[in-house]
């Protein structure tokens, strides 16, 4: 049964043009072809990702955080409340108004009392800023790192200037040194993001992240175990330039240099724009739709290979949607969240005043009736 599914798995023709077979990619003297087993080191050195996450966040974005002023905001706990807990937890962690009424007389408080309290409980669910800045120190420096490495690896390959020369001699293209590297650990890096991904900060767009991240490592497996390594590459390249900029705006917002955050915000925008929008499609997606069929008939790995690139275009999409979104409320100046965040609320003592702070940092103060107070800040 086992071997039958593997004969499937890997027949040849699933993965190869027709002409060719696994006995022709076999390694040669000076020539190493891509095997689905050299990517079983992509888990131990997730864990490893994961370690040193832990000692980074913890030695060198701590301490960095501090130094930019960045603090946790006083949060109150919620008073224990068996009833309540109970709602929270089986029905709706936001009543509505007749919901709450009806709380108001199981619990014997006032309407005030218990929107307070669920809006406290809420933020007991919620990642404090200290939290989010080590997410995005993390991620940061692993972008740039990856860009730099990006870089190094293709700046002097004919397929980085002519992306003709992605297809000359495919399948039969060895692997090099750099490329195993460049992959192995931008695979490692995701595959440790999805084993995170319940404990980092969650958006309004956790769903679209955890297909992003699926797509992302489905792609870049399959375009392993098929020789697609030229332009996965080239792929990985362009994703990550446009990275290092989000993660840097955050980094900025966090420490509330709302100028520098600002900028750097905007000029991530139009290199997302450019890359994900314009070279990825016109580019990329056209050098694996167009040039191979004069190369090679198409076959499965050639239409499973363009369809995963459309998800990420469609994904692209939705996120420059959003980005465009805020750069519209930044440039009239009401731009007081991130569009993918989930608010996050709390409340004074006195019951006057609502603080709301979004995952990204910014914070909006308004009044206790919901009308808007003097100070946004970011």
Not at 304 to 323: E, G, R, S, T
Not at 324 to 341: A, N, P, Q, Y
């Amino acid at each position: 049964m086992i071997g039958t599914i593997s004969e499937w798995l890997w027949w040849d023709r699933l993965w190869l043009p027709g002409n060719l077979t696994w006995a022709d990619l076999k390694d040669e003297e000076g020539l190493v072809y891509a095997r689905a087993s050299h990517l079983y080191v992509t888990v131990p050195y997730a864990l490893g990702f994961l370690v040193v996450r832990y000692v980074f966040e913890r030695l060198i974005a701590t301490p960095l955080a501090a130094s930019l002023g960045v603090t946790e905001k006083t949060r109150y706990k919620v008073e224990h409340n068996a009833v309540l807990e109970h709602y929270f937890i089986t029905k709706s962690k936001h009543p509505g108004q007749a919901d709450i009424d009806g709380l108001c007389k199981k619990c014997s408080w006032s309407s005030r009392q218990v929107e307070r309290w669920f809006r406290r409980r809420r933020n007991q669910d919620r990642p404090g800023i200290l939290k989010k800045f080590r997410e995005a120190s993390w991620r940061m420096v692993f972008y740039l790192a990856a860009f730099i490495g990006g870089i190094i690896a293709l700046y002097d390959k004919p397929w980085f200037y002519n992306l003709r020369e992605v297809w000359d001699g495919y399948p039969r293209q060895s692997v090099l040194e750099s490329q195993y590297w460049y992959y192995i650990l931008e695979m490692s890096f995701y595959l440790s993001l999805v084993l995170r991904i319940t404990l980092d900060v969650k958006r309004k767009d956790f769903k679209e992240q955890i297909i992003h991240h699926w797509a992302t490592l489905t792609l870049l497996a399959f375009s392993w175990c098929g020789n697609y390594i030229r332009v996965g590459t080239l792929v990985m390249l362009i994703h990550d330039s446009s990275d290092i900029l989000l993660e840097s705006a955050k980094i900025f917002n966090y420490a509330k240099w709302e100028s520098t955050c600002n900028g750097i915000f905007v000029v991530f925008a139009a290199v997302f724009i450019v890359t994900r929008l314009i070279i990825f499609p016109f580019w990329i997606i056209h050098c694996t739709w167009v040039y191979p069929p004069d190369y090679y008939p198409p076959f499965f790995g050639y239409y499973f290979f363009n369809f995963m690139l459309v998800i990420l275009l469609m994904l692209h999409i939705f996120w420059a949607y959003l980005i465009l979104r805020m750069v519209k409320m930044f440039l009239f100046g009401s731009l007081t969240k991130d569009e993918r965040s989930d608010n996050e609320e709390d409340e004074e003592e006195d019951g006057e005043t609502s603080v709301t702070e979004d995952n990204d940092g910014h914070v909006k103060v308004t009044n206790g009736c919901g009308a808007g107070g003097g100070a946004n800040h970011h």
